[in-house]
């Protein structure tokens, strides 16, 4: 298996990657292709931004993708995927392992060390599931703890609706720390991921996404 990090949409592989993303039945995918391209593209994030693709026989079978915040040296995991496949575990692994790696380059050539952490959002079981479902949800928080991510309790996570509207949707939020989490760096932190995610990649209002930043305590209200 070989990987390989896009930084352009006219790169063959993105499309195909996007196929790949398009194709994938998983919780959650629910961005357009066009978020893609304007985190590809938009000044405030291509220059921090990790599509990476993974490859086998010379095609995707992983994709992952994540927003590296440099000002508080922590980055927002986005995408983590892989085809249904006999090896889809070691693919899984290898892909978060890479992508890893990759923030960490970002993180070292500013910081001279790796990521204070990472985040993920991960959705909520409903309240109507199938059984299908719930293993599918259980594995995925399964894997994130055998791999060092923890589910916070600190924040009532909210996440803004996929067409940007108000109403935010409750999810859990987890962390993968290198360091200790003190108060002073945890909350601006997520505060800086979360804009640069929602304002300067989905290109979402400041008037939708600063109110939910308000109900989570991670901006003072006016």
């Known amino acids: 298996m070989e990987f390989k990090t896009i930084t352009s949409i006219d790169d063959p592989l993105f499309d195909l990657a996007i196929k790949l993303y398009d194709g994938k039945f998983d919780i959650g995918l629910s961005e357009e292709e066009h978020i893609f391209k304007q985190s590809l593209k938009n000044v405030h994030t291509k220059d921090d931004y990790v599509f990476l693709v993974g490859i086998e026989d010379g095609a995707p079978v992983s994709l992952a993708t994540a927003h590296y915040e440099a000002t508080t040296n922590s980055a927002f995991l986005i995408y983590l995927i892989a085809n249904d496949q006999p090896n889809h575990d070691e693919l899984i692994t290898l892909t978060l392992e890479r992508i890893q790696a990759e923030i960490n380059t970002l993180s070292n050539q500013l910081h001279s ?92 209002s400041r008037s939708i996404i600063y109110p939910l930043l308000e109900e989570m305590d991670l901006r003072k209200r006016l």
């Open 113 to 204: 060390h790796d990521v204070n952490f990472i985040m993920l959002e991960v959705e909520k079981e409903p309240d109507e599931i199938s059984e299908v479902d719930v293993q599918v949800l259980d594995n995925r928080r399964q894997f994130l703890f055998e791999h060092g991510f923890e589910r916070q309790f600190d924040i009532d996570y909210l996440s803004p609706g996929i067409h940007g509207n108000s109403n935010g949707i409750p999810k859990d939020l987890f962390i993968k720390s290198n360091i200790e989490l003190t108060k002073d760096i945890f909350g601006p932190s997520i505060k800086s991921n979360y804009i640069l995610k929602y304002v300067f990649a989905n290109r979402i």
